[in-house]
T-cell receptor, first 113, second 111 residues
Framework: EDQVTQSPEALRLQEGESSSLNCSYT??????LFWYRQDPGKGPEFLFT???AGEEKEKERLKATLTKKESFLHITAPKPEDSATYLC??????????????FGAGTQVVVTP | KAGVTQTPRYLIKTRGQQVTLSCSPI?????VSWYQQTPGQGLQFLFE???????NKGNFPGRFSGRQFSNSRSEMNVSTLELGDSALYLC??????????FGQGTRLTVV
């Protein structure tokens, strides 16, 4: 069965203190791996899609990388506005599944000034 | 371009009642998926509709159902509500293999 595990569960950072979030996955054929950011009471906000091992994507202070078994979300010099829960999700590769995402439990990030 | 719109944003229902939630996808997106989010279970897939057909279904009881209309708008229905159905219900729309975009969700409270 497809499984997504995120670590750590929670992360408290000082402003400017870089860190990384981990997402390890097992899936019967990976179509895509997604990172989302979610603020309390709101829907997840799309950040990145990664499709193949070795792929990297960047957006402002965030950089996502992918290997065959895990993905990392690196937060460089975070600011308080980066505080959120970061969710990882995988999409399996069989033909009719691209509307179905399997989510991890998320990493709650708090950045203090 | 307008995002995914979910209505209503908040609902309070009594045990045993039924509820219908609505989702309008991004224009041009034909796939609509529904998720339930709770503090204990996280985000769990309910079902996916594509071109008015249910294409995938998660592990939820038959009290949870949905449908999609010809304009790709979707509704989900929960019958005989239980306290444990209290959750944030999220709808996401996507186009083929592209990323899924989520609405703001409907917060359902069952009392």
């Amino acid at each position: 069965e497809d499984q997504v595990t995120q670590s750590p569960e929670a992360l408290r950072l000082q402003e400017g203190e870089s860190s990384s979030l981990n997402c390890s996955y097992t899936v019967s054929g990976l179509r895509g791996l997604f990172w989302y950011r979610q603020d309390p009471g709101k829907g997840p906000e799309f950040l990145f899609t990664l499709y193949s091992a070795g792929e990297e994507k960047e957006k402002e202070r965030l950089k996502a990388t992918l290997t065959k078994k895990e993905s990392f979300l690196h937060i460089t010099a975070p600011k308080p506005e980066d505080s959120a829960t970061y969710l990882c999700a995988v999409q399996a590769s069989f033909a009719d599944s691209w509307g179905k995402l399997q989510f991890g439990a998320g990493t709650q990030v708090v950045v203090t000034p | 371009k307008a995002g995914v719109t979910q209505t209503p944003r908040y609902l309070i229902k009594t045990r045993g009642q039924q509820v219908t939630l609505s989702c309008s996808p991004i224009s041009g997106h034909r796939s609509v998926s529904w998720y339930q989010q709770t503090p204990g279970q996280g985000l769990q897939f309910l079902f996916e509709y594509f071109s008015e057909t249910q294409r995938n279904k998660g592990n939820f009881p038959g009290r949870f159902s949905g449908r999609q209309f010809s304009n790709s708008r979707s509704e989900m229905n929960v019958s005989t509500l239980e306290l444990g159905d209290s959750a944030l219900y999220l709808c996401a729309s996507s186009h083929k293999t592209n990323e899924a975009f989520f609405g703001q969700g409907t917060r359902l409270t069952v009392v």
